[in-house]
């Protein structure tokens, strides 16, 4: 049962997927106070993507919630 359920998320585990990106310039961008997301989620896809040799940027901006370019 268990892996009849889980079998119906994988596409959402992100690690799968980053070799799929070799190649291409990717950016991140989270606010650092996010609370619907949690900046460890971009900041540990960062680390894979790195590992995988993606060329990738990533930026926190300080203090900011999920939408950072509309916290008030």
Not at 13 to 34: E, F, I, K, M, W
Not at 55 to 71: L, Q, S
Request: with cysteine; glycine share 6%; charged share 25%.
């Amino acid at each position: 049962m268990k892996s009849i359920l889980e079998s119906c998320i994988v596409e959402n585990d992100a690690d799968q997927h980053v070799s799929n990106l070799y190649g291409l310039p990717v950016v991140t961008r989270v606010g650092s106070a996010d609370r619907t997301v949690h900046p460890w989620f971009l900041r540990r896809i960062y680390r894979l993507l790195k590992e995988e040799g993606v060329k990738v940027n990533h930026t926190e901006v300080k203090g900011m919630e999920h939408w950072w370019w509309d916290t008030v």
